[in-house]
C-alpha cells in the first residue's frame, strides 16, 4: 500500500531499511524520533507522508542551500506542492507563497523564519499536518551543532496545536535523544534508533612525520583518486590556502574552499558547483557538509584532529551516500597532537587516545558510535580499558584481524577498488 505511493509519488521500488516504520507511525499519528545513518533517506521518511496527509507538512531544517535543494529536486519529479521559505525568498515571492500556504504540502524553512508572525498568521489559517524537524541534533546543547532558534519549536508546535511531530538526525548520542524528546515536548514518541555504522567507508588515519610530509601525502591522495572529495580544516584561512595549494600542486583538479566567513551567495555557488560535478575538491571548515546530498563524494580527508567524535561521524558521513566503497583518512603530522591535546582539554580525551582509536578504525569493523563515545567518555582517564574495550568491540582481537589488514594492505586494496570504479 505504501509502497504503492512510493513508486508512484518517488518513483522508488521499495523502502529502504526504517523508513516504512517512521512513516506509517507518523501517518497513524505518533511522534517521532529517528535516528538513521547519513545518506539512508531520512527526507524520505517525511516527503511521503506530506504528500499523503491532508494539510502542509512544515521541515525546519539549518541549512539554507539544502532546502532550496531539496525543493528543486522534488519540483523536478513533479511533486510540485513544495516550497521554501528562508531569508533568500523575496518579499513578493514570500507575500505570494503566504497567500497560497493552502496549496502548499511541503514547506521547508529556518528556525528564525518559523518564528516570523507574517508565517505563524498564515499558518493559523491553514491545517498543519506534520511538523519536522531535520538535523535534530541542534537542538541539544549536548549536540554538535547547537542552535539557540532551534528551542523555539516547540512553542510554535504547541501553538499550531501540536501536530505529529517528527524529529530526525543522523548523529546523536543518548543524552542528546533524551534532550530533543524534552525540548521538543515528544510524548511516548515511536523510536527508530540505528547505529551510524557505515560499512562503505574504509577509515584510515596516518600520521606523517612532519607538516611537509602531511602536504605530500595530501597532493598524492588528491591526485590520485581523481574524484569528488572534501578536506577538512581547521580554520578559514587554511581552507583558502589548502585550495591554492591544491590548485598548484594538482594538475587538472578543480578546487574551492567554503567556510563561514563567505557571503551567503559564495558559499551557495560553491556548493552548487560541487554538486554539479563542476569542482572536484572543496577544502572546507566544519560550516560545509551539513544535510548535503552529493552522492559520490568518495573521500573525505580531515587534516586535524576532530574536536568530538559526533561531528567526525557526521562530517566523515558525508562520503559514500550511493553506497560505493569510499574513505574517510584523518592526515596529520606528529606536531597537530600539540595542539590537538590544547584543544581536546575541555573533552574529556585525549589527543593520544584519538590517534589510538582512529588507528583501530582502519580495521573497518562495524562502529556502535553512541556506545563507543560513551564508553570512551566514561572511561577517559583509563585508557587500558578503553583500548581492551574496543578491541573487543570491534572484533580486532578474534581471528588476528589486526595483522591481517595491515595499513599498507588496507591502501592497495583501496587503490585497486578506486581504480576499478573511477
Ligand atoms: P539523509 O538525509 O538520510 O542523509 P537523503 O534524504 O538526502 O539522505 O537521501 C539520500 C538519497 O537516497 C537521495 O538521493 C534519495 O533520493 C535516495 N533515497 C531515499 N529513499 C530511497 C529509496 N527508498 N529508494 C531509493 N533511493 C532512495
Ligand atoms: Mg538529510
Not at 511541503?106 to 499558518?123: F, G, I
Amino acid at each position: 500500500m505504501l509502497e504503492r505511493h512510493l513508486q508512484a509519488l518517488f518513483g522508488f521500488t521499495s523502502f529502504r531499511q526504517g523508513q516504512k516504520e517512521i512513516i506509517e507511525a507518523l501517518i497513524n499519528g505518533a511522534d517521532v524520533l529517528a535516528m538513521l545513518p547519513t545518506g539512508r533517506g531520512k527526507s524520505l521518511c517525511y516527503q511521503l507522508p506530506a504528500f499523503l496527509a491532508n494539510g502542509v507538512t512544515i521541515v525546519v531544517s539549518p541549512l539554507l542551500a539544502l532546502m532550496e535543494d531539496q525543493v528543486q529536486q522534488l519540483k523536478s519529479i513533479g511533486l510540485k506542492q513544495t516550497a521554501a521559505l528562508n531569508s533568500f525568498t523575496e518579499k513578493a515571492e514570500r507575500r505570494r507563497l503566504l497567500r497560497n500556504l493552502a496549496r502548499v504540502k511541503l514547506l521547508y524553512t529556518s528556525p528564525e523564519m518559523l518564528q516570523s508572525r507574517e508565517l505563524l498568521a498564515a499558518l493559523a489559517k491553514v491545517k498543519v499536518a506534520y511538523i519536522v524537524v531535520d538535523e535534530a541534533h541542534c537542538v541539544s546543547y549536548w549536540g554538535h551543532d547547537f542552535r539557540a532558534d532551534y528551542l523555539r519549536i516547540c512553542d510554535i508546535k504547541q501553538a499550531l496545536g501540536s501536530p505529529p511531530c517528527l524529529a530526525i538526525t543522523a548523529t546523536a548520542t543518548k543524552e542528546v535523544r533524551a534532550d530533543i524528546k524534552k525540548q521538543l515536548d515528544l510524548r511516548t514518541p515511536f523510536e527508530h534508533i540505528e547505529s551510524v555504522n557505515r560499512s562503505n567507508i574504509v577509515l584510515l588515519a596516518e600520521e606523517a612525520a612532519d607538516q611537509a610530509q602531511k602536504q605530500q601525502r595530501l597532493v598524492e591522495m588528491v591526485a590520485t583518486y581523481q574524484a569528488p572529495g572534501i578536506i577538512y580544516v581547521q580554520s578559514r584561512a587554511q581552507a583558502e590556502a589548502c585550495s591554492a595549494y591544491l590548485a598548484q600542486e594538482v594538475k587538472h583538479v578543480r578546487t574551492s574552499f567554503y567556510h563561514g566567513g563567505m557571503e551567503n551567495a559564495d558559499r551557495l555557488l560553491v556548493q552548487q558547483q560541487f554538486m554539479n560535478g563542476q569542482l572536484d575538491v572543496i577544502c572546507a571548515t566544519n560550516a560545509f557538509g551539513m544535510g548535503l546530498n552529493k552522492t559520490d563524494v568518495r573521500y573525505v580527508i580531515h587534516l586535524h584532529y576532530p574536536l568530538d567524535i559526533a561531528s567526525y561521524i557526521q562530517e566523515i558521513g558525508r562520503a559514500g551516500r550511493d553506497g560505493a566503497l569510499s574513505f574517510a583518512l584523518l592526515l596529520t603530522a606528529r606536531e597537530d597532537r600539540v595542539q590537538a591535546k590544547n584543544l581536546l582539554k575541555k573533552n574529556d580525551f585525549t589527543a593520544d587516545e584519538w590517534v589510538w582509536a582512529l588507528s583501530q578504525l582502519k580495521v573497518g569493523e562495524p562502529l556502535d558510535f553512541p556506545s563507543f563515545e560513551n564508553r570512551l567518555l566514561a572511561m577517559q582517564s583509563d585508557q587500558a580499558r578503553t583500548v581492551g574495550y574496543l578491541l573487543e568491540k570491534w572484533g580486532v582481537i578474534k581471528g588476528g584481524l589486526v595483522q591481517s589488514f595491515s595499513m599498507a594492505k588496507l591502501t592497495s586494496l583501496l587503490h585497486r577498488h578506486f581504480k576499478e570504479q573511477i
